[in-house]
């Protein structure tokens, strides 16, 4: 089935900027699209981002939009986030989770373990 | 696209059987997938396309519904149950939200 490890998350003032990283093995990466989750203290799940497996196509939330950036190395097995500009509210565990499938039939599986990412001054 | 899942929680017994509900405001066709999350864990899928139960996940979940109005069912609850279950939607394009989550407690 494969599985994905999130790391980079941590503790970070408002206004600075963090990467996330996503390391996937056990299956090929190169041919699934990707996407990042986020979840707040005690709140429910929010879909925030996007990449095609050719990295042609990138979608984002509106509340991340213009501050963060979706990239990935199929090369490295690897997906980022790239995280600026961040505010109280972009405190949350982020998860990757893999695409799969098409049509009705697509399905986040499999997710990573997530990371913290806490911004407090 | 807006989802609302019904209850927000509930409290139920071992054995008992429970059903959630899951509203989207457009039609979904049966575009829809369920999660489960036990504290400090991963989401975990549990079905996809509205009914097509994810390999491996017990035979006692049922998914069910189409268009707007889905369901998920446990036919009898067990103690590994006891989390939070959220549905996603795929339409064509993202944002591909989830709702709110129903949280299952031990009565």
């Known amino acids: 089935e494969g599985q994905l490890v999130e790391s980079g998350g941590g503790l970070v003032q408002p206004g600075e900027s963090l990467r996330l990283s996503c390391v996937a093995s056990?299956?090929?990466?190169?041919?699934?699209?990707m996407n990042w989750v986020r979840q707040a203290p005690g709140k429910g799940l929010e879909w925030i981002s996007y990449i095609s497996k050719s990295t042609t196509t990138m979608y984002y939330a509106d509340s991340v939009k213009g501050r963060f950036t979706i990239s990935r190395d199929n090369a490295k097995n690897s997906l980022y986030l790239q995280m600026n500009s961040l505010r109280g509210e972009d405190t949350a565990v982020y998860y990757c989770?893999?695409?799969?499938?098409?049509?009705?039939?697509?399905?986040?599986?499999?997710w990573g373990q997530g990371t913290l990412v806490t911004v407090s001054s | 696209i807006q989802l609302t899942q019904s209850p927000s929680s509930l409290s139920a017994s071992v054995g008992d059987r429970v059903t959630i509900t899951c509203r989207a405001s457009q039609d979904l066709k049966n575009y829809l997938a369920w999660y489960q999350q036990r504290p400090g864990q991963a989401p975990k899928l549990l079905m996809y396309a509205a009914s097509t139960l994810q390999s491996g996940v017990s035979s006692r979940f049922s998914g069910g519904g189409s268009g707007t109005d889905f369901t998920l069912t446990i036919s009898s609850l067990q103690p590994e149950d006891f989390a939070t279950y959220y549905c996603q939607h795929f339409d064509t394009y993202p944002p591909w939200t989830f709702g709110q989550g129903t949280t299952v407690e031990i009565k």
């Open positions: 056990g299956f090929t990466f190169s041919i699934w699209e």
């Open positions: 989770a893999t695409l799969r499938d098409a049509g009705s039939n697509r399905r986040f599986d499999p």
